[in-house]
């Protein structure tokens, strides 16, 4: 996956012919794992996918904030931990989310397709954010990049909130325990 490389560096090469174990939840009953997988349903996972929305809007906003005060080393500071929310919170959704819905979902062709189309959807709007964190994230000791970089931000925040919308409101109802 293009967005996990890019973050994470280039995947180690694994044999195509096996492929790796699924990552257990520790919070799962017996029984209620994804088919052909150990990614259990986790009660909890969508409000804890919620509330990371909740965490990345609020240094969203502060970075908006420390921007229009023209405090840079402190939008540069808080790109960095931006960054980190942002990480975090796409690992979980891929690992525990994505890994589950696609065998889950895998009799349901509609569904599964719309959830693909989720996830190569944040492949697209990962790209533009990486590329928006490294071209800022030495904003506190290069002063001309703030001339961009309000509009650059208006269009990363209208592309976050429209994205965590269509999340919260079309795929995490998806994501139910197995019958």
């Known amino acids: 996956m293009f967005l996990f490389d890019l973050l994470f560096g280039k995947k180690k090469t694994a044999d195509a012919g096996s492929p790796q174990a699924p990552m257990p939840s520790a919070r799962t009953p017996p029984g209620t794992s994804a088919p052909g997988t150990t990614i259990g349903h986790d009660?909890?996972?969508?409000?804890?996918?919620?509330?990371?929305?909740?965490?990345?809007?609020?240094?969203?906003?502060?970075?908006?904030?420390?921007?229009?005060?023209?405090?840079l080393a402190s939008v540069q500071q808080q790109l960095?931990?931006?960054?980190?929310?942002?990480?975090?919170?796409l690992l979980k959704e891929n690992v525990r989310l994505y890994v589950y819905l696609e065998h889950v979902l895998k009799d349901d062709p509609v569904s599964h397709e719309m959830m693909h189309g989720f996830r190569h959807e944040m492949d697209a709007i990962g790209r533009v954010v990486v590329g928006f964190l490294?071209?800022?994230?030495?904003?506190?000791?290069?002063p001309e990049l703030a001339a961009e970089f309000s509009t650059d931000l208006k269009a990363i925040g209208e592309a976050l909130v429209a994205r965590i919308k269509r999340e919260e409101d079309i795929l995490y109802p998806m994501y139910s325990s197995p019958a």
């Open 80 to 89: 960095g931990q931006f960054q980190t929310l942002l990480m975090d919170h």
């Open 43 to 71: 009660a909890g996972l969508i409000a804890s996918l919620k509330a990371d929305h909740q965490r990345l809007l609020a240094g969203f906003q502060s970075i908006a904030a420390s921007s229009l005060a023209g405090n």
């Open 134 to 142: 490294g071209k800022y994230k030495a904003i506190g000791s290069h």
